[in-house]
């Protein structure tokens, strides 16, 4: 296994073992994208890993997952998580480890799963925790409706195996109310409102999204051996 590990800002300092030997490590910027991830994927720069090790954020991970699937790698390499937020969605969806220790003996020895890859028709993927925040409007999964009128917020993560989950919450005088539905899709129409990916909330309103299984899976290390 060639193993590489790429460090963003949010991570607080050292590496925990057993990742702090001599494996290879690139301390990159917040939300990396191609010019930094591309040159450690191309074979001049020498063995290519199949492992990358990201120790940073949720919208950290997701920029390297993009860069792998526009590089067409996912079937080539295994993503290992280190969570520097210890409320991540991402280690909640995939039942991570947020301790440091535990997190790093499982991105240096555990197993790749392949997980549901969701991607939106922005050209983004989703890892953890989609919201729309305030929203009125239509919500279907798949064929099943979820939303038709005003919401306090739509919550979307990624489901195994079918794809993704979506929840419609509302507060009212009955208290707190949730519209669940798994899919294989999800498609909102809505007055202009605010997308939040990943902990990142998108530069303009907007009152159209869908989010989406991809055709191939992540493989994410979740197991160990």
Not at 45 to 70: E, F, K, M, S, Y
């Amino acid at each position: 296994m060639t193993l590489l590990v790429l460090t963003c800002p949010s991570w607080p300092g050292a590496l925990p073992a057993p990742l702090d030997s001599e494996l290879p490590v690139r301390a990159l910027p917040e939300r990396p994208g191609r010019d930094e991830l591309d040159p450690l994927l191309a074979p001049e720069a020498g063995p290519a890993p199949d492992r990358l090790v990201v120790a940073g954020t949720d919208a950290d991970l997701a920029a390297v997952v993009l860069r792998l699937l526009r590089t067409e790698r996912l079937a080539d390499v295994a993503v290992a998580f280190l969570p520097s937020d210890p409320d991540s969605a991402v280690a909640d969806t995939w039942a991570l480890p947020t301790d440091p220790a535990a997190a790093a003996a499982l991105a240096r020895y555990g197993e790749p799963d392949r997980v549901p890859l969701v991607r939106d028709d922005a050209g983004g993927v989703l890892l953890g925790r989609g919201e729309l925040r305030p929203i009125r409007g239509v919500v279907y999964c798949d064929d099943q409706l979820v939303l038709r009128g005003q919401a306090s917020r739509l919550v979307v993560t990624p489901a195994a195996p079918i794809g993704v989950e979506v929840r419609a919450v509302r507060f009212g005088l009955l208290g707190r109310r949730v519209r669940a539905a798994l899919g294989r899709a999800v498609q909102v129409g809505c007055l202009a409102t605010t997308v939040v990916v990943d902990g990142v909330r998108q530069p303009r309103p907007v009152s159209r999204w869908t989010w989406y299984k991809h055709t191939e899976d992540l493989r994410l290390v979740r197991g160990l051996r």
